[in-house]
């Protein structure tokens, strides 16, 4: 993979498992709910295409509430067991479903669903940018190592702020001027 710059034309957001029984045992849930919520609101505004995943629904619900009411109307769901989204039976032309080759990952566990989607990702030469604070795992040493290796491994890992600054492009705009009161907020 070489180096990329985030274009909003280009991206689309892929949420994995921030499900019921999983976000309450993620170290530190409160700021990465909040990180996925500023996500979701520019790609609200942005006009980004969501796509998310549940592991095992049955046995892990659904999509917890307070994130599942801000998907966006058109947003695309993937059922999986595998823990890697990749490895599931047609996944890659869901991801791949649009002309959009930027993707945006987030979600838990960051060294178990999160690593193996996204290595699979590099593996078949996707851009993938990991937003670091936006990801968690049980125990914060977890997420740090799948922050560091997916780095190491090809992928751009960065802030929530860097990834919605750079999908903004530049001050002044309206979608900027919506989504800075984002920022102020902390």
């Known amino acids: 993979m070489s180096a990329f710059t985030l274009i ?6 892929m949420m994995i498992d921030f499900q019921e029984k999983l976000l309450p045992a993620i170290n530190k849930k409160e700021g990465i709910t909040q990180n996925v919520q500023k996500l979701l609101k520019s790609a609200d505004v942005l006009d980004i295409p969501v796509k998310y995943s549940e592991q095992y629904p049955k046995g892990l619900g659904k999509t ?15 059922s999986k067991l595998h823990f890697s989204c990749m490895a599931e039976n047609g996944f890659e032309s869901f991801i791949d479903s649009n002309e959009r080759k930027q993707i945006i990952v987030f979600g838990i566990e960051s060294h178990i669903c999160v690593f193996s989607t996204v290595m699979g990702m590099l593996e078949k030469g ?5 937003v670091s604070d936006a990801c968690g795992s049980r125990k914060q040493a977890n997420h740090e190592i799948a ?7 090809g992928a751009i890992v960065v802030p929530t702020e860097t990834v919605i600054y750079q999908l903004i492009s530049k ?3 309206p979608e900027f001027k919506e989504l800075l009161p984002l920022f102020k907020q902390e």
């Not at 917890?64 to 695309?76: G, H, R, Y």
């Not at 922050?147 to 491994?153: H, V, Y």
């Open 8 to 13: 909003s034309q280009e991206s689309q957001m």
């Open 64 to 78: 917890t509430s307070e994130i599942a009411k801000l998907l966006p109307e058109d947003s695309k769901y993937f």
């Open 126 to 130: 996707m851009n993938v940018a990991v």
């Open 147 to 153: 922050m560091d290796s997916l780095g190491k491994a």
């Open 171 to 173: 001050s002044g705009t």
